[in-house]
T-cell receptor, first 114, second 115 residues
Framework: QQQVKQSPQSLIVQKGGISIINCAYE??????FPWYQQFPGKGPALLIA?????SEKKEGRFTISFNKSAKQFSLHIMDSQPGDSATYFC?????????????FGTGTRLTIIP | GAVVSQHPSWVICKSGTSVKIECRSL??????MFWYRQFPKQSLMLMAT?????????EQGVEKDKFLINHASLTLSTLTVTSAHPEDSSFYIC???????????FGPGTRLTVL
């Protein structure tokens, strides 16, 4: 049973545009929501993360919007650049104890075209 | 920032042989390490969670006798794929967490090809 649903599967955005990727979760016990960026042949790298006590978090061109009542969160990439072309994964985890595992979305392949 | 390394970055082996992959946290102590496998164009699939000095907890469907995980120190975990077969060919990624803090740091991955 997939607990984190991610969409779209792939996304093409023009350079300078806004890229938006959405995720929805089911488990209300989740309280940590990170986004990872992965380039081909590399491990994922943390982009930005949020906890449910805030509705938005911004770091540079990357913003997470969080809707606790709808159990949804999204990643916005402003002024998208060709270097942003990668696969993006949302994830969710409950509690802050070290053993707790991340549940990943299925990934979005983002392509930024000139 | 916290760095996690993996060795080797890629390996090719013959069917039936065993392969060991190392995961090291270079500048922090990792109380928990995670092992994932990833098939092309798919998401990360958690294989097991390990804590230093104790047995790993395997996810449902992952054969513990085939994928041996050892977490002998706070900076090193190893994954041994025993009697590897072509279907074990995949991208294996480890990650590590400190005792405190949210972030989970990922290694660069190891590409395993079994001929």
């Amino acid at each position: 049973q997939q607990q984190v649903k991610q969409s779209p599967q792939s996304l093409i955005v023009q350079k300078g545009g806004i890229s938006i990727i959405n995720c929805a979760y089911e488990n209300t016990a989740f309280d940590y929501f990170p986004w990872y960026q992965q380039f081909p042949g590399k491990g994922p790298a943390l982009l930005i993360a949020i906890r449910p006590d805030v509705s938005e978090k911004k770091e540079g061109r990357f913003t997470i919007s969080f809707n606790k009542s709808a159990k949804q969160f999204s990643l916005h990439i402003m002024d998208s650049q060709p270097g942003d072309s990668a696969t993006y994964f949302c994830a969710a985890r409950k509690s802050n104890f070290g053993n707790e595992k991340l549940t990943f979305g299925t990934g979005t392949r983002l392509t930024i075209i000139p | 920032g916290a760095v996690v390394s993996q060795h080797p970055s890629w390996v090719i082996c013959k069917s039936g042989t065993s392969v060991k992959i190392e995961c090291r946290s270079l500048d922090f102590q990792a109380t928990t390490m995670f092992w994932y496998r990833q098939f092309p164009k798919q998401s990360l699939m958690l294989m097991a969670t390990s804590n230093e000095g104790s047995k790993a907890t395997y996810e449902q469907g992952v054969e513990k006798d085939k994928f041996l995980i050892n977490h002998a120190s706070l900076t090193l975990s190893t994954l041994t794929v025993t009697s590897a077969h072509p279907e074990d060919s995949s991208f294996y990624i480890c990650s590590a967490r400190r005792q405190e803090g949210d972030e989970q740091f990922f290694g660069p991955g190891t590409r395993l090809t079994v001929l």
